[in-house]
């Protein structure tokens, strides 16, 4: 298995997958991005193709490509290898006492059960009312159908015992763990029965759970008309987004999302070639959701079946996406109950509309005093407590100010009072302070230890081999430094071909890879191109500025010297101290002359 590790990751391309994930660009041999683990607005995240490893220099976080995909898709190990194996078209073979991953298993139950009631949909007798009803009257093709691989579950309990327990040998406890099967009355019955199924995916395609909608026409009494699968080891309701596995494509090549309340509107849109759309269930969208999505997408368009403006959980949403940086805006959706009806029957409707989607916080304030009016103290009161929640909301100050604004100029009242009212609001209402992102922090350095692992980190880009001048042991003397250089000289004599930084990190001790890893893949300020002229020119600055500590160290030493002798008044050996005094002086007067411009720490 150690082996098939080894394999893996050598196949894998780091800089290529992350690039799936998070904006990547170039940076020497190396390339930057903003962190994807904590808030930045500088790049401080750094990737080396050469050692196949992440960094972020502000919150710490590093690794390869699997601790990647644990950190970022909340993988585990097994999870992370064998999706990097299907990738680079390794077959992964189980180690002992080790089969498929926990997750994976009940991924594949939710699969298996899917096939189930898709083929009960579309072949089954006890499928055709419900195919029926999905065609005529929700209006969506077989293609549309077989995309999204909506089923059906007929009304009879436990009516997949035979395909999944009797042919494909699952377990009763695991069908109950990804929610498939309740018990009632000690007899068990499928959770979904008498449903139309919709399967819920995570972004990575895998089904993790179902939503049920039950036929209009379904005499059952004693069921709700929606259910979703209830919240399991696999599934969670605040991290899916409907459709995403199949839409997410069109949405990053337009950066822009569409955001409906339930699964037919997402479909519905879809089919009439509004291909950038997800759902969510109900009108608040979630702080995991809008993380997924910002992935995607820099627009979102919310069109939502709820009253945004009067909605609370609506309002959450609307915080929590502009917190994560969307540019939002809002289609409002006249004369048509949801996006599904509007689909069905005034399709290049609706599109006109989600084109013209207003800017959301016009579009509020706009709804607001639609519904209050303003023409009395009471209706301007009405519109003051439903609307300083919302500008108070706007972080951007310039943008609040142009609302704050808008508003007292609607309400025919000078801006200060609108201002007056949302400071009260903010003195009165107790936020949660904002998490401080944890930094590493490493001893304070002196400059002489910075000058020296810049003049690695340089030689190890311009050319390593540097590192074996005589003079290079003369410049150096910071134990890590020292330790880095001995090591790179022993690695030399063993590997004669060409340097590969990798095979090198790979055999450091492991206290010196950190150290190592930082010189190799720290974003070397001023040297924003590193061109070979650029490099050399840098390590000579570098060398000529050590050179000049070490005058400086020797400058002070020498002036102790000199106050010590002045009492003890030996003139021998003092003048020949201030003769060295000088000698020293002339030196650094010299190498001075060319002021070090270039050497940024």
């Known amino acids: 298995m150690a082996d098939q590790v080894d394999e893996i990751k050598s196949k894998v391309d780091i800089v290529a997958l992350l690039t799936e994930y998070i904006e990547l660009k170039k940076a020497g041999r190396n390339y ?4 994807p683990f904590h808030s930045e607005k500088t790049p401080s995240f750094m990737v080396s193709p050469e050692l196949q490893i992440f960094k ?32 680079v078209g390794v077959t992964l073979t189980p180690y002992k006492g080790r089969g498929e991953s926990d997750k994976e298993k009940l991924y594949q139950i939710n699969s298996l059960a899917s096939r189930f009631y898709t083929y009960v949909l579309l072949n089954h007798p006890k499928g055709k009312k419900a195919l029926q009803y999905i065609k005529e009257k ?22 997949m015992k035979q395909y999944l327990v009797d042919k494909h040998k699952i377990s009763i406890k695991d069908l109950e763990r990804v929610g498939l099967l309740y018990t009632k009355n000690g007899q068990r019955f499928d959770r979904f029965r008498g449903r139309i199924i919709f399967p819920l995916y995570d972004h990575r395609g895998n089904i993790v759970g179902f939503a049920g909608r039950v036929l209009p026409s379904q005499q059952i009494t004693d069921l709700a008309k929606y259910i979703n699968t209830p919240e399991t080891e696999i599934y969670h309701k605040s991290k899916v987004l409907f459709g995403l596995n199949i839409t997410r494509g069109d949405i990053k090549k337009s950066k822009k999302a569409v955001l409906v309340e339930g699964e037919l509107d997402a479909i519905s849109s879809w089919q009439v070639g509004i291909k950038n759309v997800v759902a969510i269930k109900g009108s608040s969208l979630t702080s995991e959701q809008a993380s997924l999505l910002k992935r995607y997408a820099d627009t979102l368009t919310l069109s939502l079946d709820a009253d945004i403006a009067g909605d609370a959980a609506a309002r959450r949403g609307i915080e929590i996406a502009e917190r994560e940086g969307f540019e939002l805006k809002v289609a409002k959706l006249k004369g048509f109950k949801d996006p599904d009806e509007a689909a069905q029957n005034d399709p290049e409707k609706l599109r006109e509309i989600l084109e013209n989607a207003m800017n959301v916080w016009d579009f509020i304030i706009a709804s607001i005093f639609e519904r209050f009016g303003a023409e009395d103290g009471t209706q301007k009161a009405k519109v003051s407590r439903e609307i300083v929640p919302y500008l108070a909301q706007i972080e951007d100050k310039i943008v609040q100010a142009h609302y704050i ?36 922090k490493s001893p304070v350095e002196g400059r002489r230890e910075l000058l020296e692992e810049r003049y690695l980190s340089v030689a190890f880009r311009r050319n390593p081999r ?28 063993r590997q004669k071909e060409i340097f590969d930084p990798s095979l090198f990190a790979a055999e450091l001790p492991s206290e010196l890879v950190d150290g190592f890893v930082d010189m190799v893949l720290k974003d070397l300020k001023g040297l924003e191109t590193e061109t070979p002229e650029r490099l050399e020119r840098e390590l000579e600055l570098i060398k000529r500025e050590i050179k000049v500590l070490d005058i400086k160290d020797k400058l002070e030493d020498t002036a102790k010297r000199i106050r010590e002798l002045e009492k003890s008044k030996d003139k021998r050996q003092l003048e020949s101290l201030q003769q060295e005094f000088g000698e020293l002086t002339r030196s650094l007067n010299e190498l001075e002359t060319g002021k070090f411009k270039g050497i940024i720490l």
Do not use: W
Not at 414 to 437: F, R
Not at 466 to 493: M, R
């Open 32 to 35: 930057k991005a903003l962190c």
């Open 56 to 87: 972020c220099f502000g919150c710490g976080e590093s690794g390869d490509a699997i601790a990647f995909l644990e950190k970022y898709e909340g993988m585990d190990f097994y999870e992370a290898l064998k999706f990097l194996a299907t990738r």
């Open 138 to 159: 929700r209006g969506l093709t077989l293609s549309t159908i077989k995309t999204f691989q909506l089923g059906y579950s007929p009304d009879v309990p436990f009516a």
């Open 405 to 440: 604004e808008t508003v007292a100029r609607k309400l025919k009242v000078p801006v200060d009072a609108v201002t007056e009212q949302i400071n009260k609001l903010s003195s009165t209402t107790t936020t949660k302070p904002a998490v401080a992102v944890e930094t590493q």
């Open 466 to 493: 540097i590192l074996l001048n005589k003079e290079t042991d003369k410049l150096i003397s910071s134990p890590l430094a020292i330790k880095v250089l001995k090591e790179f000289k022993s690695h030399i004599k």
